[in-house]
């Protein structure tokens, strides 16, 4: 058993100005912070920028998870490791009822702390969000503005008008237009 | 003088620029250039229905035409009334979206599955005939002065002339289907066809998205201040995308508003090494038109590299990067000027240049900046999905069908210019359709090809569903397997698939359950295992 070894804790000051300690195992799920921690140039408090307290807590929660799965993995060999399906169902709940502002946040901290699975999960989540939507809805779900000048937006539908007209994929939707 | 040229049939608006004493004939040869065709076979016009009806060598200004007009194009030689032309009589158009759904088709010199309709007006002699199309029959026939041509014609048909009888038959509204159907069957067929269709496609779509949005309009106003002046370009690009990340040009010397795309009066005639520009957001702007916060950027031109440093003013925390001038600016200036050339080839290199160093500029300047602005002054920030860095905006995108990429584009400019990125659209492209070795070596425009793949699909589509349709004319057809390339999903289906050799003697299904238990036997089988 590694973990006796590993009981050293490590301390992450998030955008606004909270505090977490985690085991080290769980900040090195995170590869930047493992690089950091590997060059030991992070010794006190290290400060995660970009990410607010809200946001570190569901990273953390995610790393924690995966430090368990691959410490279980490793000790009985099989049991209780996921199957694929399981990994799936489980990515799906750590998703549910994240919004768009909390997942585009997920999505800029697990890319700056470089957490590949966190980052797809996000994007799968992301996509699935976006699918299927017209610019207008896409518009309202993210509150993006509308910068396009009238010529341009005309100019632009007409030069993806074939995505709009029914598809060959997938079913026949009311039209937006 | 600059002109903006649009299709009639795709919309698609092209810039022109010709030299100041400029006859039609050269203005011609230049939209011609442009979309690839022959200038003999354009039509121009202002109002969209009357042709220009000046000689060729008249000047334009003696037309009465000016800089910044819209002209309207065709290469319909019907589609606008010439005033010598006979084609005044506004019935013989009522074929206008059939001639139109298969112009480029016709353009290969009409074969003759595509009907008659098509080849009545295919003809490029205007004046000499007029195509007339009778409601009842759904047949085209062509009034010319000798009466050879047509008999020609007819004797063209002949072997077709099942299918008029069929026409003939069915009643009067169905007509217009059929004759859409044939032009189906004759564009689609020999792949060859296929081809020639879709360059023809990519000549008249796009090259307006060769110079990025966030360029042409800042180069059109700054274009005598740069001059050459490759720190200068460099400047004027990244005044570009501050303005289309949403700041707005403001003139702290004078305290006042930039409006438009400009830069501060004067600021390419300073010798000073260091330039100091000025942005902040509507929002922050007072009806006075002065401001409450804004942002402060630095240039800094250090021989090679151009270094801009950009902070809120009043705050501590510097932005910075660094631009290597030798390898952007010629990358800029390429893309400016080689706006008319067609080559798509030779200028993705320098667009993903340009790309880059937009990307650059968004990430590491005007976002945090932008971010950092609306957390001093308590706005509210910029949407979510807008924070995301742009590499992450651009993975999203990969993970999406292309139809949602497409859609994705008319959100906002931003998005626009993200998705344009042409590896991802090859990416796409792969993925969705077969690639073949051609269209490998190829490389370069793959959003087109990628939306000509799509709607060639779509059309396959539609005669698929027209095959299945109950009503039965189309036993006539000479039929033949469609979809010469790849994803055979979604033709299967129909009694014709089941069956190849049987369907003129079978009676058709109209709706109901299959005569027989499907898929007990392969498609090709034959009769025999059947067991009848």
Redesign the interface.
């Known amino acids: 058993m590694s973990e006796s070894t590993e009981k050293k804790m490590v301390r992450l000051r998030s955008s606004d100005g909270e505090v977490f300690e985690v085991e080290e195992s769980v900040a090195k799920v995170a590869k930047t912070l493992q690089d950091m921690l590997e060059e030991d140039c992070a010794d006190a408090v290290i400060p995660i920028t970009c990410v607010r307290a809200p946001i570190l807590t569901k990273v953390i929660d995610y790393c924690k998870d995966q430090v368990m799965i691959s410490s279980s993995s490793s000790t009985t060999n099989n049991p209780n490791e996921r199957t694929e399906q399981e990994r799936k169902a489980w990515g799906q709940k750590f998703m549910e009822g994240v919004d768009s502002s909390t997942l585009c946040e997920l999505l800029v901290a697990s890319n700056f702390l470089n957490i590949e699975g966190l980052l797809n999960l996000g994007v799968d989540k992301m996509v699935s969000m976006i699918q299927g939507k017209y610019p207008q809805e896409i518009r309202d779900m993210f509150n993006v503005v509308n910068d396009f000048t009238p010529e341009e937006e005309e100019e632009i539908r007409n030069q993806n008008a074939w995505a709009f007209e029914r598809d060959p994929y997938y079913k026949k939707r009311s039209s937006s237009k | 003088m600059k002109f903006r040229v649009r299709s009639l049939e795709?919309?698609?608006?092209l810039k022109v620029e010709v030299p100041s004493p400029c006859s039609l004939q050269d203005l011609k040869t230049a939209i011609a250039h442009k979309i690839s065709a022959v200038s003999e076979s354009l039509r121009l016009s202002l109002n969209r229905t009357d042709e220009f009806s000046a000689a060729p060598h008249e000047l334009l200004q003696s037309i009465g035409l000016t800089s910044g007009d819209l002209i309207f194009y065709t290469l319909n030689p019907d589609a606008f009334s010439s005033g010598q032309a006979l084609a005044h009589d506004k019935s013989s158009f009522g074929v206008g979206t059939s001639v139109s759904e298969c112009k480029s088709a016709r353009e290969n010199k009409g074969s003759v599955l595509l009907g008659r309709t098509v080849v009545g007006v295919a003809s490029s002699s205007p004046g000499s005939e007029i195509p007339v199309r009778s409601s009842a029959s759904g047949e085209t026939v062509s009034l010319v002065s000798g009466s050879e041509r047509e008999e020609k014609r007819v004797s063209e048909d002949g072997h077709d002339k099942n299918r008029d009888l069929v026409q003939g038959d069915g009643s009067g509204s169905s007509a217009p289907e059929i004759s859409i159907l044939d032009s189906f069957q004759g564009a689609y067929d020999p792949g060859e066809k296929l081809v020639d269709m879709e360059i023809d496609q990519v000549a008249l779509?796009?090259k307006?998205?060769s110079v990025p949005?966030f360029l042409k309009k800042v180069l059109k106003e700054e274009v005598d201040n740069v001059k050459g002046n490759h720190s200068r370009l460099l400047i004027v690009a990244v005044h570009g995308a501050f303005l289309?990340s949403?700041f707005v040009g403001f003139d702290s010397t004078k305290g006042c508003i930039i409006d438009g795309f400009r830069l501060p009066q004067g600021w390419a005639s300073t010798a000073k090494p260091v330039q100091r520009m000025d942005y902040s957001v509507p929002a922050l702007i007072l009806p006075n038109s002065s401001v409450l916060d804004s942002v402060a950027l630095k240039v800094v031109s250090l021989g090679k590299f151009v270094s801009i440093y950009g902070s809120v003013v009043g705050n501590s925390n510097v932005f910075h990067i660094n631009l290597d001038v030798s390898e952007m600016a010629p990358a800029i200036d390429s893309i400016h000027k080689g706006h008319g050339s067609s080559d798509g080839t030779s200028g993705s290199a320098d667009e993903k240049t340009v790309f880059e160093l937009w990307k650059l500029v968004k990430d590491k300047l005007s976002l945090p900046l932008l971010i950092e602005l609306s957390e001093k002054t308590g706005l509210a920030p910029p949407?979510?999905?807008?924070?995301?860095?742009v590499d992450?905006k651009i993975?999203?995108l990969e993970?999406?069908?292309?139809?949602?990429i497409?859609?994705?584009?008319?959100?906002?400019?931003?998005?626009?210019y993200v998705s344009s990125n042409d590896d991802l659209w090859k990416q796409k492209y792969s993925e969705e359709f077969p690639l073949t070795a051609e269209e490998v070596v190829k490389g370069a425009r793959w959003k087109e090809k990628f939306?000509n793949a799509?709607?060639r699909?779509?059309m396959l589509?539609a005669m698929e569903q027209r095959r299945e349709s109950p009503l039965g004319f189309h036993q006539n057809f000479p039929m033949r397997r469609p979809v010469p390339f790849g994803s055979p999903s979604?033709i299967i289906g129909g009694d014709y698939d089941r069956l190849p050799g049987l369907l003129g003697g079978l009676p058709f299904r109209i709706g109901g359950a299959p005569r027989f238990p499907p898929r007990r036997f392969s498609p090709h089988s034959s009769l025999g295992q059947f067991g009848v």
């Open positions: 795709s919309k698609e608006t779509v796009g307006s998205d949005g289309e949403g949407p979510c999905f807008m924070r995301l860095p992450l993975h999203i993970c999406l069908p292309g139809s949602d497409a859609k994705m584009a008319c959100v906002c400019l931003d998005l626009k939306a799509w709607e699909e779509k589509k979604f």
